[in-house]
């Protein structure tokens, strides 16, 4: 008997841990990209390196003539595709490419091939409002109905004295 409740309590131990909720890591620079104040006062930035591969490798690297050298070799560096996350600067760059990523280019992308979620955004709130409005106009229509029906039983029930 006794093996069984400790076997129980085993159990009831197990599923509590299960049922605990797990803290999410949030994320942080590695530490050799970390650009602080300072430095980012003198022009450095993290560069965010998407490798072939898929990796992701993180460095920092000083912006000359509008310029990172990454590899080797230069790779532009212009305010434009300079990212902020947490007051750290960011450039992120494909390592087969000597473009940044850019948002202004992505943006102007998505307008042009239609995948941008901001006209989607635009016929939701659309759709929306119109299905709200024709409910409240059918309720509107559906109280007269109701009530003209009602003061017409009344009015009936009046004149014939209430004998049905």
Partial sequence: MG???DELREIKELL?????PKKEKKFKIPRKGKVTP???SKGYVTVMKINENGF????????KEQTVMVDGVPRIATPEYVLHWKKNPIVVLPSWSVKPYSPEEQHKESLEDGSNTRG???LMA????ETISTKKSMGGALKWIIGIGLAALIGYALITGGKG
């Fill in 3 to 5: 093996e069984l409740k």
């Fill in 16 to 20: 509590r841990e299960r049922e605990e």
């Fill in 38 to 40: 300072k430095k980012a």
């Fill in 56 to 63: 992701i490798d993180f460095s920092k690297e000083q912006i």
């Fill in 120 to 122: 989607y955004q635009i």
């Fill in 126 to 129: 659309k759709m929306k409002s």
